[in-house]
């Protein structure tokens, strides 16, 4: 199994989930009649002093039935939440439909939303857990300090953070981003670039870290200067502001590799501005893949990574969590492949 520094290896030291057997085991009785007595089975004959001695138990431990583990004896679905951190950022376009075509295909359905107000989302989250609507999270949007991963930790409620290494909590899937910085480097050195620099997103990002320290790196081994890097946020504004101040500071810089589309389309227009042609005087390419990339003016070259298996592994790892399973942090490797469209071209 991968490791990285954000815990992405580790398995979870949070409390442990209490699982229907440990209730049965406190209440003295079966497993079956626990279920039967907790999920109020249809035509069940037990004694009033058992059912009381059942739900007594449950609620010392702190259990909560869920409707996904319900649904499969009576064939309902279960439900999961999926909080992505701005629906307008594309990059989510590919996870959204990797974890909606992986949860159909387990008999759950997927309900997105967006992560406005940290504080609402954490007791939103909780009250649709404890009312049973739904059964686990999927939490794309964890900020540091974000009040949803103690909530998660504290209550037991199946969960996993998308893309977002949350150190030490077990319940990461992530990808490897610096295989796409890699792939970006090589293929702009491969057309003879010498000069190129790195638009990364904000440095409290666990994403964005990870690609940037994916590209000092790639950059160390290829030869080339690790410090042409400048944040910006994850929007066009940030990417045109990043890149007027790298060539400001650096106007030898031929090629810009962003962290997202959005960063690239900013490049651009930012380029445009200064009289500079993309790609003749600036290649410009991006690690998010997606079909808007062809439709732009010069249509943008990309780094295709894995959204759709990162959104499926989410799925597989949360309903493992809700079905009594144990969860580790997964990382995903992948083979990166650089879609080359118009924005790049060999230096003058």
């Known amino acids: 199994m991968a490791q990285n520094s954000n815990g992405a290896g580790e398995r979870t030291g949070a409390p442990a989930r209490v699982r229907l057997v440990d209730v049965a085991k406190e209440a003295e009785v079966s497993k079956s009649l626990a279920s039967r007595v907790l999920n109020d089975h249809p035509g069940l004959r037990a004694r009033a002093e058992v059912r009381q001695r059942i739900h007594d138990a449950a609620e010392r431990l702190g259990y909560r039935p869920h409707a996904a583990a319900r649904g499969l004896t009576r064939a309902d679905t279960g439900v999961l939440s999926l909080l992505i951190p701005d629906l307008t950022n594309a990059f989510f376009a590919g996870v959204i439909r990797g974890a909606v075509q992986r949860a159909m295909e387990r008999d759950f359905t997927v309900f997105t939303s967006e992560d406005l107000v940290p504080r609402e989302t954490a007791k939103t989250v909780e009250r649709l857990v404890q009312t049973g609507r739904i059964n686990g999270v999927m939490v794309a949007s964890a900020q540091p300090r974000h009040p949803l991963v103690a909530t998660l930790r504290t209550r037991g409620i199946p969960h996993v953070f998308v893309n977002r290494g949350v150190r030490g909590s077990g319940h990461n899937v992530i990808l490897n981003e610096a295989l796409a910085s890699r792939a970006a480097l090589t293929y702009l050195t491969e057309l ?7 638009v990364a997103g904000a440095g409290r990002l666990d994403s964005t870290r990870r690609l940037s320290a994916g590209f000092r790196k790639a950059a160390k081994e290829l030869g080339l200067d690790d410090d042409l890097i400048v944040e910006g946020s ?20 031929t090629a810009i590799f962003t962290a997202a589309l959005v960063q690239a389309v900013g490049v651009m227009r930012m380029a445009y501005q200064h009289d500079l042609d993309v790609p003749s005087d600036l290649s410009v390419i991006t690690a998010d893949e997606t ?10 070259t990309t780094v295709q990574m894995p959204t759709e298996g990162l959104g499926a592994a989410a799925v597989d790892a949360v309903i493992e969590q809700i079905l009594g399973g144990t969860s580790a942090s997964r990382v995903l490797d992948y083979a990166p492949k650089v879609i080359e469209r118009e924005s790049t071209t060999a230096p003058r």
């Open 192 to 198: 003879g670039h010498t000069r190129i620099a790195h």
């Open 234 to 253: 994850l929007s066009e504004d940030g990417g045109a502001h990043a890149a007027a101040s790298l060539l400001e500071q650096h106007p030898d810089v």
């Open 291 to 300: 079909p808007l990339a062809a439709f732009l003016s010069p249509a943008l």
